[in-house]
Every structure is written in C-alpha cells, then in structure tokens.
T-cell receptor, first 112, second 113 residues
C-alpha cells in the first residue's frame, strides 16, 4: 500500500534559519506530490504541488520543494524562516488510485 | 475561508453512541474526502466520494459509513463509538477527483467519553 513518511515530527528553529523537511513516499508509478500547511487555528491549505516538469517547484511564502524520483522524495525547503511560519506541515501523495495520502505531519516552531 | 463547511465544530458524546458529521463542499466541487486526524497519527484517509458515488476507501472502520447526497453535501456516520474514535475529522473537497488541490474545512472535533 502506498504510504508517506515525514521524518521529523517536531522541528524548532530560530528566525532566519534555513528549513528542510523530509518527505518520502512509497509508490513506484507516477505520482502527484503536495505540501500542505496548517497554521494555528486554521484549516489546511496548499503550499505547493508537483505534477510534472521541473522537479524544483516554488510555492507560496518563499517555500520550495524538490522532487527526486530516484529517492522517492519531495523535501520542502525555505532559506530563511520567519516566526509566522510556525505551523504544521503535511506532505501528500496522489497516485491515481483516487487515494490522496498524507504523511503524519511536522510541527514547526520558529522562535522569534 | 476555504469555502468548505463542516458541522458541528465540536461534539462530545459517550461510548456506544452514534454521531453524524456533515460537510458542505465548495461550490462546484464534485469530490469530497474524509480524513481522521488523531494524536500523532497524521491525516488518515477514510473515504472519497465523487458526484454521489463512492470512489475510494481508506482505513475506514465498518462502524463508520458515509454518503454524498444529490446536492453534493456529505455526511460521515460514526456508530458504536469507542474512546479511540476521539479525533479531529476533516472534510476536503476538490474540483475533480484526480489531481487537484484539496480544500479543507476546519474540522469536527469529536470527543468520546
């Protein structure tokens, strides 16, 4: 069965630090990949997505992610985090079986 | 505001009881997804409907059932509730059932005592 693994459950960074959140999936076929973010007290919203083409995708608020097919990974990055990036981040995979599978999430806390 | 409405926002009930959670998708969205979020369990996919028909099933217990009505709203029915069913239940909708972005509601928090 397809699955999504997020390696870090909790991350604490200081403002201006660089961020990289890991995401690996298990599915051998074509996939669509997503990162969603849930700010405190808010609903989940899309941060960025990859369907095809350039494996480096850019999303909102300065986030980007790189799809590495050989590693089944889709890591999220941001060069310099802000206090307002404090949130929970979810990686998700859609593999064409109508199942949209999410990882367990990473809670990021950014210290001002 | 995502445009997806879930009711109730909070629900407290007792073991053995039955509850119904309701979801109204964004206008024009035909797909509805249900997810369960428990502590440290992430978002567990339960079930998906597209235009009234069940499209995919995930880790949904037999005690749980769902349906999507002609007006496209969906209901998730949870019966014979157990303590372990306490969780946040999210509904999400999308324009199509294949590749698109999901739009999430704010969730229904169920507490089973």
């Amino acid at each position: 069965a397809q699955s999504v693994s997020q390696h870090n459950h909790h991350v604490i960074l200081s403002e201006a630090a660089s961020l990289e959140l890991g995401c690996n999936y298990s599915y051998g076929g074509t996939v669509n990949l997503f990162w969603y973010v849930q700010y405190p007290g808010q609903h989940l919203q899309l941060l960025l997505k990859y369907f095809s083409g350039d494996p480096l995708v850019k999303g909102i608020k300065g986030f980007e992610a790189e799809f590495i097919k050989s590693k089944f990974s889709f890591n999220l990055r941001k060069p310099s985090v802000q206090w307002s990036d404090t949130a929970e981040y979810f990686c998700a995979v859609y593999s064409g079986t109508y199942k949209y599978i999410f990882g367990t999430g990473t809670r990021l806390k950014v210290l001002a | 505001d995502s445009g997806v409405t879930q009711t109730p926002k909070h629900l407290i009930t007792a073991t053995g009881q039955r509850v119904t959670l309701r979801c109204s998708p964004r206008s024009g969205d035909l797909s509805v997804y249900w997810y369960q979020q428990s502590l440290d369990q992430g978002l567990q996919f339960l079930i998906q409907y597209y235009n009234g028909e069940e499209r995919a099933k995930g880790n949904i217990l037999e005690r749980f059932s769902a349906q999507q009505f002609p007006d496209l709203h969906s209901e998730l029915n949870l019966s014979s509730l157990e303590l372990g069913d306490s969780a946040l239940y999210f509904c999400a909708s999308s324009r199509d059932s294949l590749t698109g972005e999901l739009f999430f509601g704010e969730g229904s928090r169920l507490t089973v005592l």
